[in-house]
């Protein structure tokens, strides 16, 4: 099987988007499927437009079967402070079921690492919920270490980060 990644280019961003849409619902049935989120709405801007925002795809036979991005951190969370250091958000890491457990993951995220080092980003944060399976595990893996988890009874919403 021939995986290829790559960055993003604009003649794939429709299908990449349909594809973290179709992902998400899936693993997120709870949110409104119907709502595009805006760092998708704006892909190009956000991924493609400026050195700050990375997304990269997996294809197998010329179908997305994952993806990844990262884009700045927004400081959204006021726990978390990341002021004075250039700080990305992971984000929309999803792979198809048939591929997981093969280590795409693992080769998307070093990927988008590289990405990050050649740009000189610091610290990479990111949020994941325990009811994904393997989800927290997997980002110890990588480096990552859990800094806050929120009291929340649904989402429990951990919050990692891996300092460069």
């Given at each position: 099987?021939?995986?290829?990644l ?61 993806a ?91 919050h ?5």
């Amino acid at each position: 099987m021939n995986i290829i990644l790559t960055e993003v280019q604009p003649a794939d961003i429709r299908e990449t988007i349909d594809f973290v849409m179709r992902s998400r619902a899936e693993i997120f049935p709870m949110l409104d499927a119907t709502v595009v989120p805006a760092d998708l709405a704006n892909f190009e801007q956000v991924y493609l437009g400026a050195e700050t925002g990375k997304f990269l795809i997996a294809r197998c036979e010329g179908e997305i079967i994952a993806a990844i991005g990262y884009l700045p951190y927004d400081h959204r969370f006021p726990q978390l402070d990341y002021s004075g250091r250039r700080t990305v958000e992971i984000v929309r890491l999803f792979v198809c079921h048939e591929f997981r457990g093969a280590g795409l993951a693992g080769r998307l995220y070093e990927a988008l690492k590289a990405q990050a080092d050649a740009h000189g980003v610091e610290v990479l944060y990111l949020h994941t919920h325990p009811f994904l399976p393997g989800a927290i595990r997997f980002w110890e893996k990588q480096g990552f270490v859990t800094v806050d988890v929120e009291d929340d009874p649904v989402w429990q919403t951990t919050h990692m980060q891996c300092v460069r």
